[in-house]
């Protein structure tokens, strides 16, 4: 059974996200975190060591989500080939990243890598899910770096609403995509 300090720190994680995956870490303030998970300011300074100690955890639960979502994707998996458990990780990707927070959220972390705690958690997430892809797949290093380079277009398809826009350029990018 969880803690009250350690059930509310995780409805904070998740709001956490969900607030800065609309406006980012610079223009979000901690009270709109509080706000949103109905607890005071000084109750979130409590449970963590500032604004930046909770985006920087915000960081790490997104990744834990997905690592999470990957790991149960691998295990759907219909084949033991490196591209039919890529396949059901991607799947599985494509289905958390449905949840547009957590999508934005990722982008909002990417944009402020300037800031030494947020880059070395984006490359803390990445480590990790990278090594799991790579271990549980058998993938090569050719296979990973294509998983992720497909991540990140689903990425761009999903925020700039690629798969709504009927032109060409839009379809070369989108081609074979699906996305719940």
């Given at each position: 059974?969880?803690?009250?300090?350690?059930?509310?720190r995780v409805t904070v994680l998740n709001t956490?996200?969900?607030v800065f995956a609309r406006a980012g870490f610079h223009a979000t303030p901690v009270t709109a975190v509080a706000a949103a998970a109905g607890i005071s300011e000084a109750y979130v300074f409590r449970l963590f060591s500032g604004k930046l100690g909770l985006f920087v955890a915000a960081a790490g639960a997104c990744f834990d989500r997905i690592a999470d979502a990957i790991e149960a994707g691998a295990e759907r998996a219909g084949g033991d080939s490196p591209e039919e458990i890529l396949d059901a990780m991607g799947g599985a990707y494509a289905e958390?990243?449905?949840?547009?927070?957590?999508l934005l959220f990722q982008v909002q972390a990417q944009a402020v890598t300037d800031i030494p705690e947020v880059a070395e958690a984006v490359r803390a997430g990445y480590r990790r899910?990278?090594?799991?892809?790579?271990?549980?797949?058998?993938?090569?290093d050719a296979q990973v770096q294509q998983f992720f380079a497909y991540g990140q277009l689903c990425h761009l398809i999903v925020t700039a609403g690629l798969e709504q826009v009927p032109e060409p350029w839009a379809r070369a990018l989108t081609a074979g995509i699906r996305h719940p």
């Open positions: 059974m969880r803690s009250t300090a350690e059930a509310r956490a996200v969900s958390l990243i449905a949840d547009r927070d957590l899910v990278a090594t799991f892809v790579q271990s549980r797949a058998r993938a090569s």
